[in-house]
């Protein structure tokens, strides 16, 4: 397999299993769980194989031949091939400034890698200066060129990144640092080290906790830009983390804690999978989330969203009522309540009226009915009118005998 297409394997499984590190000092945009108001897949694990050689190390070679091949092959200058097109669409490049030490010191997707890093606009602009930025490789803690393209470094490299919006902060731009929108970047980039991250089982829970909540900020990162995959990715690596046993003591207080961390991370997993159309998921995720807490009413609420979606309107009804009872004043919840009673309604009047044709086109039966029953009244009318004109005669008869008789 070659280098080119290990990388689009890696870009096509970003979403990738967690890991877990100390400290982030990526920019992360301070928000909660309350990105969305009420109102309104398979994960590979392993890292990626060995990646072949981009040509940007030293070997150490004893022939003289080899050794000029070797200058040639990798001279600076050179305007052929200086840059490798990482996915193949010419929107990803990175060219080596200064060589590191060998293909084996390449970071592996997992670690935890630290780097120097300087964000350029296009223009030559300088955007942004991070010195010592920590991150783990592959977990979406930072865009995903960097993602990309620091596991095709080495330890000590220096290189050089031409990004396209897409792999950097995309149609929406970016807050901190202050990209616009639609912004191509260069990155400067140096490596400086990589660890294998520390068993999050033998972690303090204070930092497990920050751990959590740090990838579950993350997440709404990610959210918030309209990434909903790389969303529910940081939220499953949270989710992971806080559901791990732990081999260090942990107190009530820090349990409830994860635990809160817990339930916004499955609320912030349901949202996003219901932008993604992903319904059964969201469902899980909201069942998921009321077994921990009964009564939370995001979860009731984007439960009853998801069961409506799946046409079970008498489900969510019930489960809207529910959340509207904790909550009465809540106009969301009213709005989306009266609008499910409103749907099922027209629904259950077009099944009776399914089920009525089904049974013998009911309207020209009573149409034939009526029929019926105006020839069997003007009937009824005719002999009413006989009877009462033979009655009338026989009374007069009957007057004229004893008329007849009194003479």
């Not at 009804?317 to 904790?326: F, N």
Request: net charge negative.
């Amino acid at each position: 397999m070659t280098e080119k297409e290990e990388i689009m394997d890696a870009c096509d499984s970003h979403a990738s299993a967690p890991s877990v590190k100390k400290n982030g000092r990526t920019s992360l945009l301070d928000s909660g769980e309350d990105f969305e108001v009420l109102d309104e897949e398979d994960i590979d694990d392993d890292p990626p194989p060995p990646l072949e050689d981009a040509g940007g190390g030293k070997g150490k070679t004893t022939d003289e031949s080899e050794k000029k091949n070797a200058d040639s092959d990798s001279d600076p200058p050179g305007p052929v091939e200086e840059w490798m097109d990482v996915l193949g669409n010419d929107q990803l490049k990175k060219k080596v400034l200064e060589a590191g030490e060998g293909r084996d010191s390449r970071p592996q997707k997992g670690q935890n890698v630290k780097i120097n890093l300087k964000t350029y606009l296009k223009d030559g602009t300088l955007m942004e200066e991070q010195p010592g930025l920590s991150f783990t490789l592959g977990d979406g803690d930072v865009i995903q060129a960097l993602d990309l393209t620091v596991q095709l470094m080495e330890m000590g490299e220096k290189a050089l990144v031409q990004v396209d919006a897409k792999y950097a902060y995309g149609v929406r731009g970016s807050l901190e640092p202050e990209v616009p929108p639609n912004s191509e970047l260069s990155l400067e980039v140096e490596l400086l080290k990589a660890t294998d991250a520390p068993d999050v089982e033998l972690l303090p829970p204070p930092e497990k906790i920050a751990l959590a909540s740090h990838k579950r900020e993350r997440g709404n990162v990610h959210y918030q830009r309209g990434d909903y995959a790389f969303a529910v990715n940081s939220y499953s690596i949270a989710l992971q983390i806080t559901e791990s046993s732990s081999k260090v003591d942990i107190s009530p207080e820090e349990e409830n804690e994860l635990m809160g961390v817990r339930v916004k991370c499955l609320n912030n997993m349901a949202a996003s999978q219901l932008k993604l159309d992903h319904y059964d998921a969201a469902l899980k995720s909201c069942v998921s989330a009321l077994e921990h807490q009964p009564d939370n009413i995001k979860a009731l609420f984007r439960m009853g969203k998801v069961l409506a979606l799946q046409g079970e309107y008498t489900e969510a009804i019930q489960t809207l009522r529910k959340a509207l009872k904790l909550e009465p004043s809540n106009k969301t919840i009213h709005a989306e309540l009266s609008k499910l009673v409103k749907k099922n309604s027209e629904q259950r009047g077009a099944e009776q009226a399914m089920y009525k044709k089904m049974l013998g086109n009911p309207g020209g039966g009573s149409s034939s009915g009526s029929q019926k029953h105006r020839a069997k009244s003007t009937w009824g009318l005719s002999w009413k009118w006989l009877f009462g004109a033979t009655a009338v005669a026989i009374g007069g008869v009957a007057l004229s005998v004893v008329i007849a008789a009194r003479n």
